[in-house]
């Protein structure tokens, strides 16, 4: 039987669930870090030829691979976000914790609504 304020099909976030959740995505965020220094290497070692050893595709590979350096790392930075939140939720701050019968049907809607896929 549920709770007064709460329904059957409105879970409450345990910290276990949340402090599960936040090392996912963690991790997530560290192969994404670990790949964008793979290319910013992999650029590097490019860049760092002399100027007469370069042609075109070569500049064009470097840049490519510093877009897509550019862009995981700005991934893992909105993931860290979505991370330290979910930490937030674990550590059970009563002023930011959603009000009873109003917190999601599980972590996949949170991680939803702080990433904004709820939308």
Known sequence: ????????????????????????KAGRVQRKLQEAEVDIR?????????????????????????????????????????VKELLVHAAGDPATLPPAGHNGDGVKSLLDKLTGRDA
Request: proline fraction near 8%; charge should be negative; aromatic fraction near 2%.
């Open 1 to 24: 039987m549920a709770e007064p304020g709460t329904t059957p099909s409105s879970p409450t976030f345990t910290a276990q669930a949340l402090a599960h959740a936040a090392r996912r």
């Open 42 to 82: 992999s650029a590097n070692t490019v860049l760092t030829q002399p100027p007469e050893e370069l042609d075109e595709e070569d500049m064009r590979e470097a840049a490519d691979l510093n877009v897509a350096a550019e862009q995981k790392v700005h991934d893992a930075t909105e993931e860290l976000e979505v």
